[in-house]
């Protein structure tokens, strides 16, 4: 569109399906690259994308023609294809339906961007459910509980 000019500032947050930790350290960052080149294929412009092993981070600027719905439909779709095609795991890969979106200022970018570059550290002390609650809370966001990213259950292991 010639002479719209915008600055837009999204992270999405999305989980892997049943929250399982299969973003495995062996082929994470070659995902994000992934993920980051479908975003800028769609004509948006990836600030960094980083994560841990059941949950992503997307920091990107939106074009204002796109939906933040169709790039995490595209990124979503895209990259779980991949990470099947490419065998990484032994298991078929999918993303949990849903994602959370949270607009930024331009003033906000670096300090988010450090954040999601942190995720491994800062995980070390909030579990991803904490994390996300935190951002609806942040953000007064009206939630649902049913629908939050549930925490993984954890199976009994049976005697010997």
């Keep these: 569109m010639a002479g719209t000019f915008s ?9 892997v399906k049943y929250r399982e930790s299969l973003l495995l350290p062996s082929f994470r960052q070659q995902l994000f690259g992934y993920m980051g080149q479908t975003i ?3 004509g948006n412009k990836t600030l960094i994308i980083n994560g841990v092993g059941d949950h992503v981070h997307c920091f990107f600027g939106l074009r204002p023609a796109q939906s ?3 790039v995490m439909q595209e990124v979503k ?5 991949w990470i099947n095609e490419q065998r990484f795991l032994k298991c078929r890969f999918e993303w949990q339906e849903g994602f959370g979106a949270f607009s930024y200022s331009k003033s906000q970018v670096e300090s988010v961007f450090e954040y999601i570059k942190n ?3 800062h995980h070390q002390t ?7 609650i935190a951002f609806l809370k942040a953000f007064e966001v009206d939630y649902d509980e049913q629908y ?6 954890s199976f009994p292991t049976l005697p010997k």
């Design 68 to 70: 933040i719905r169709k």
């Design 77 to 81: 779709a895209n990259s779980s294809r």
């Design 148 to 153: 939050i990213f549930k925490d993984p259950i």
């Design 119 to 121: 995720q491994e550290v």
């Design 40 to 42: 800028n294929n769609l």
């Design 7 to 15: 600055q837009i500032h999204i992270q999405t947050v999305f989980a």
């Design 126 to 132: 909030q579990t991803f459910r904490e994390e996300y």
